[in-house]
């Protein structure tokens, strides 16, 4: 018996084949947060969903809860937007991958997490229509972060909050940010001034930043783009770091990223 169904607005990250027809459905649902779903007859029957349970799409989704069951029930998915865009292209795809992998390891089964919802969907909306880079990727990780509760602190040091002087400076995961040279312990890792000004950038400006990345020196100009992106790849060496001390592993997907030669 149905005990509740609910309409909901969620990102496909994932679906597994369950035995010969079903499918089990990892989708991020505004204001529900990360739910696996059970999509019954998914794979026995091409009329049962059609195409809405691929992954990176945006769909509308009946889903309801089932007395004795673990999984919810997927009652219909549509499609809101397909980003078709992020299929034609291996490094856009490697993107979308990555992001929603770090999408599902950074939430919790049932625990709304709509600033990381919002931050992937515009992440996929904009890199289905644009090339993959390396600074919309640094963009959307800052953003995870920080809906996470876990940004690196930028603006001042980590460990004792004096201010750590500008240009080039050590990041400490440890410490969850930047470090002065008092408290920088060996092994930190170092950010040139460049990446420093853009990972600063990217945290103010989120995704508009690297959109539209402006000159670091404050003036307001647009940055040199290959400069730009130059920096958010040297960045994404330290950011990366972060990650993998925050989520306490390696995101599986980042040796495909490099298996493409996808921006990273
Ligand atoms: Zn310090």
Do not use: N, W
């Not at 969907?121 to 953003?143: H, I, K, N």
């Not at 000159?215 to 920096?231: H, M, T, V």
Request: charged share 20%; net charge neutral.
């Amino acid at each position: 018996m149905d005990l509740r169904a609910q309409r909901l607005t969620a990102l496909v990250l994932r679906a597994l084949p369950y035995g010969d027809s079903d499918q089990v459905v990892q989708f991020l649902a505004r204001g529900r947060g990360r739910i696996a779903v059970f999509a019954r007859g998914a794979r026995s029957s091409k009329r049962r969903f059609g195409s809405a349970l691929e992954p990176f799409q945006l769909c509308e989704i009946l889903v309801s809860a089932r007395a004795g069951a673990q999984l919810l029930s997927l009652r219909e998915s549509h499609v809101v937007e397909a980003h078709a865009g992020l299929r034609d292209d291996l490094h856009r795809l490697a993107h979308a991958g990555y992001a929603s992998e770090l999408a599902h390891d950074l939430t919790r089964e049932h625990e709304p997490a709509d600033g990381l919802f919002e931050a992937l969907a515009g992440f996929l909306l904009s890199l289905a229509v644009s090339p993959a880079t390396s600074a919309r990727l640094r963009a959307l990780e800052l953003a995870f972060l920080s809906a996470s509760g876990l940004a690196p602190q930028l603006d001042a040091c980590a460990r004792c909050g004096d201010e750590v002087a500008p240009g080039r400076a050590a990041l400490d995961p440890a410490a969850g940010g930047l470090v002065c040279s008092s408290c920088t312990p060996p092994g930190a890792l170092a950010l040139g001034r460049g990446p420093r000004a853009l990972l600063e950038q990217l945290q103010q400006r989120g995704l508009e930043g690297a959109e539209t990345p402006l000159s670091a020196d404050g003036s307001g100009r647009p940055a040199d783009a290959r400069a730009f992106e130059e920096a958010a790849a040297q960045a994404g060496i330290v950011l990366g770091a972060f990650l993998v001390h925050q989520l306490g592993r390696t995101p599986r997907s980042s040796a495909f990223l490099e298996q493409v030669g996808a921006p990273r």
